[in-house]
């Protein structure tokens, strides 16, 4: 049961290829980060005509990044944000296996605690990576779990963790929020804000409009239903030379289009297809498209095109009615000496007002560790991943800077030599109610598929792993319509150990 679930199988029988004469076949891809190009690259590979485009001068979406200049005069490369590569990332791994068979360029992050000015840290990543056993582990070992504190859990409640249904579990869950599904499990406050409000925030979103059926989709595909343990990988060095200029070259070889700088401004769907209105550029026709945009951006598009209320109605109000996630900030700082050696990499950061995670970057990426090295000095990264929205992006920085002086006091010793910093709303939302109504990959737009983290899909996962598995699943539905054997697509256990079969 814990070993990865084949979702989609192979089908040997059908053709790999579409023919190289079939020019039915060209594809448009609208956005450039993970959900697009997975999308395009494998339907590139599979010899459909294929043109991806990208608003931003650089693929990426949120692992994009961009030159920046230090005082110093040094060239570096900033990221939008620290990300983690899980291990039950299975279907992210094989695409990024497209650029890397080896997975060379990935390398385990450790331990990575969690902190807090009211208790000692904890880390939970050392723990079996068997189901059930991991649960066990973590309440034996854990401090946040005495036993004085678990006599007060509200079992029947908890174990709705243990229980998770793809269908079962939002019937029953997703009218709650998440403070109230903790607040019924009865957990110590302690328990409660080192593990779960920890979890919570690492979604963009707050437990107090966080769908509690959502929260409990992650807490199986993280944890309760991953059989690869909490262990986390990181880019040895930063993205564009890990990540986007090998795909890029990738699809180039694909025989695939990549056009940055070209902002997507309307879709019409007519007799000869859809097209598609490029930013100072021509219009683009193809037979099948794919938007791979956040929701922010989605929404805008679909406004700006005419009729496609009546193209796609039901599409149309769904996208029109998606919640965003809260606002959070990430800032790069650029310091003058360094914090304790004995910092993890990565910590996350509970029951600070702004402060949600710490980055050693200058420890886990290459050209931040060589710029370290030359000037004794180190890289942080603090991310706030849900701030109030009435803040401005410089006062934000401000308090995340003074609550990490207060967790870690030589931070205050340093001086810090740069700030690049950015105040971002493209999260996507999961409010209480609101996922019968979360599009998925196939529309009612003929033609249109849907790619993202915030796409609808049973099958497990989250973050990057949602946005490849739906990138796949959209370049599937293209190649299912042009007679071409799907892409396969492998996950973790769909149902929770404890989960009731369905009748």
């Not at 189901?131 to 504190?149: I, Y």
């Not at 919570?200 to 991953?226: D, I, K, P, V, W």
């Not at 060589?370 to 603090?382: D, F, M, P, Q, Y």
Request: glycine letters at 10%; aromatic letters at 8%.
């Amino acid at each position: 049961m814990f070993s990865p679930h084949t979702v989609v199988a192979p089908r040997p029988d059908l053709p790999q290829r579409v023919p190289d004469d079939r020019s039915s076949g060209k594809v448009v891809v609208v956005g450039g980060g993970l959900a697009g190009v997975t999308a395009a690259t494998v339907l590139a590979e599979r010899g459909l005509t294929v043109e991806l485009l990208e608003a931003a001068p650089r693929l990426g979406g949120r692992l994009g990044t961009w030159p920046r200049t230090l005082p110093d005069g040094t060239e570096v490369t900033v990221e939008h944000g620290y990300h983690g590569f899980f291990r039950q990332y299975y279907t992210l791994r094989d695409v990024l296996r497209r650029i890397d068979p080896d997975l060379a360029f990935l390398r385990d992050v450790g331990g990575y605690p969690v902190e807090s000015r009211e208790w000692e840290s904890e880390d939970f990543s050392d723990l079996p990576t068997t189901p059930l056993a991991n649960l066990a582990a973590l309440v034996w070992k854990s401090p946040s779990f005495r036993l004085r504190d678990l006599r007060k859990v509200d079992g029947r409640e908890a174990l709705a963790m243990l229980r998770y249904d793809p269908v079962r579990t939002f019937a029953e869950h997703d009218h709650r929020t998440t403070a109230e599904l903790l607040d019924s499990f009865g957990f110590s406050e302690r328990g409660r804000a080192m593990l779960f409000e920890v979890f919570a925030h690492s979604f963009f979103n707050t437990e107090q409009r966080y769908s509690a059926a959502e929260f409990l989709a992650m807490c199986h595909f993280y944890f309760t239903g991953n059989p690869e343990g909490l262990g986390m990988d990181v880019p040895t060095d930063q993205y564009a030379a890990t990540i986007w200029d090998p795909f890029t070259r990738l699809l180039e070889k694909h025989g695939a289009t990549v056009t940055t700088g070209a902002r997507a401004t309307m879709v019409v769907d007519g007799p000869g297809g859809w097209s598609v209105g490029v930013d100072g550029g021509p219009t683009r026709t193809a037979r099948h498209l794919v938007v791979a945009t956040d929701v922010p951006a989605t929404r805008a598009l679909f406004e700006r095109s005419p009729a496609f209320a009546t193209t796609g109605p039901r599409l149309a109000g769904q996208v029109a009615e998606l919640p965003g996630g809260e606002p959070y900030v990430v800032a790069r700082l650029w310091c003058r000496g360094d914090v304790d050696a004995a910092h993890a990499p990565f910590t996350g950061v509970t029951r600070e007002r702004i402060l949600d995670s710490v980055t050693l970057f200058h420890r886990i990426e290459a050209e931040s560790a060589a710029w370290a090295s030359r000037t004794g000095g180190s890289v942080i990264e603090l991310h706030s991943y849900a701030c109030p929205h009435d803040a401005s992006r410089d006062d934000l920085v401000a308090e995340m800077r003074h609550e990490l002086a207060g967790l870690w006091p030589e931070f205050a010793a340093l001086e810090v030599l740069d700030v690049d910093a950015h105040l971002y709303d493209n999260a996507p939302g999961f409010d209480p109610g609101t996922h019968a109504r979360r599009p998925g990959v196939v529309t009612d737009a003929r033609g249109l598929r849907l790619a993202g983290d915030w796409v609808a899909t049973e099958i497990p996962s989250a973050l990057m792993e949602r946005a490849a598995v739906t990138g796949v699943l959209a370049a599937n539905d293209v190649l299912r319509e042009e007679g071409v054997a799907p892409e396969p697509v492998r996950s973790i256990a769909p149902r929770g150990v404890l989960a009731r079969a369905r009748g």
